[in-house]
């Protein structure tokens, strides 16, 4: 069965200057796709996208008009067919804290505006444009969107109550925007990676880093961005694969703490 075609397409990788999101935009590169990183570091997003021959535009997700900038710039590069949301926020804080003391909630809005809200302004403009583009298989598909959750979705430790509710967010909002654009031949499907090696975790000192992978059953070692770009590539390129969300963790279960 034929793949989705995607030599002379574009995409769109959010957060895609480091980590998981370069990972993905050089797993696109490597298959003919015009990227674009949609990302707030310039300097890294810039040097990536000089670098795969792609373009760099700075974007805050949860802006409407930073959003519509990307997918414009997308647009002039050839008919969108991918978006990759990796751009992502973190806080931690307990929803009452030792000394009685509430959340704030300002923190709580704001990561659920980056991880939830983001999510969904890149989704629905990326969206509308591969809705306007010719199918490129028999079956009618014209492209996919894979957006990016994580296992505190499931398993929400002490103090994640806002990344975990922004995360729980995707994983729910994936099957009915699925069923949205099934119609426009768009599929959509999320990845909910565990631990992996990213440059939030390498700051941490080795023997953190080691205790962290021992909680992994198996294999039993920090998950790679590269592994995640790997799944990413065989959700674009299985056409049967649609309104799923696929955790990548080794069978790990995040415990309270």
């Given at each position: 069965?034929?793949?989705?075609?995607?030599?002379?397409?574009?995409?769109?990788?959010?957060?895609?200057?480091?980590?998981?999101?370069?990972?993905?935009?050089?797993?696109?590169?490597d298959l003919?796709v015009h990227?674009?990183?949609?990302?707030?570091?310039?300097?890294?997003?810039?040097?990536?996208?000089?670098?795969?021959?792609?373009?760099?535009?700075?974007?805050?997700?949860?802006?409407?008009?930073?959003?519509?900038?990307?997918?414009?710039?997308?647009?002039?590069?050839?008919?969108?067919?991918?978006?990759?949301?990796?751009?992502?926020?973190?806080?931690?804080?307990?929803?009452?804290?030792?000394?009685?003391?509430?959340?704030?909630?300002?923190?709580?809005?704001?990561?659920?505006?980056v991880n939830?809200?983001?999510?969904?302004?890149?989704?629905?403009?990326?969206?509308?444009?591969?809705?306007?583009?010719?199918?490129?298989?028999?079956?009618?598909?014209?492209?996919?969107?894979?957006?990016?959750?994580?296992?505190?979705?499931?398993?929400?430790?002490?103090?994640?109550?806002?990344?975990?509710?922004?995360?729980?967010?995707?994983?729910?909002?994936?099957?009915?925007?699925?069923?949205?654009?099934?119609?426009?031949?768009?599929?959509?499907?999320?990845?909910?990676?565990?631990?992996?090696?990213?440059?939030?975790?390498?700051?941490?000192?080795?023997?953190?880093?080691?205790?962290?992978?021992?909680?992994?059953?198996?294999?039993?070692?920090?998950?790679?961005?590269?592994?995640?770009?790997?799944?990413?590539?065989?959700?674009?390129?299985?056409?049967?694969?649609?309104?799923?969300?696929?955790?990548?963790?080794?069978?790990?279960?995040?415990?309270?703490?």
């Open positions: 069965m034929p793949r989705l075609n995607l030599e002379g397409a574009s995409a769109i990788v959010t957060g895609g200057a480091s980590g998981i999101g370069e990972a993905v935009a050089r797993q696109l590169a003919g990227v674009v990183i949609a990302d707030l570091n310039a300097d890294k997003g810039e040097a990536l996208a000089s670098e795969l021959k792609g373009i760099f535009v700075s974007t805050n997700v949860a802006s409407e008009d930073d959003a519509a900038a990307a997918v414009l710039a997308a647009t002039d590069l050839g008919p969108l067919r991918v978006l990759v949301n990796s751009a992502g926020i973190g806080w931690a804080a307990r929803t009452v804290d030792r000394n009685n003391n509430p959340a704030p909630l300002d923190a709580f809005k704001k990561v659920v505006d939830l809200v983001g999510s969904f302004n890149m989704l629905r403009l990326a969206a509308a444009e591969m809705a306007k583009t010719d199918p490129v298989t028999d079956d009618g598909q014209r492209g996919v969107v894979i957006n990016l959750t994580s296992v505190a979705a499931f398993d929400g430790q002490i103090g994640q109550a806002a990344y975990s509710a922004s995360k729980g967010g995707v994983v729910g909002m994936t099957l009915p925007v699925a069923r949205d654009l099934a119609e426009h031949g768009i599929r959509v499907n999320t990845i909910a990676p565990g631990l992996f090696d990213t440059q939030l975790l390498a700051a941490l000192p080795a023997e953190a880093r080691e205790s962290l992978a021992r909680t992994i059953p198996f294999p039993r070692r920090l998950g790679r961005p590269a592994e995640y770009a790997e799944l990413a590539r065989h959700i674009i390129e299985n056409r049967m694969l649609n309104g799923e969300v696929i955790r990548l963790d080794g069978a790990l279960r995040m415990a309270p703490r």
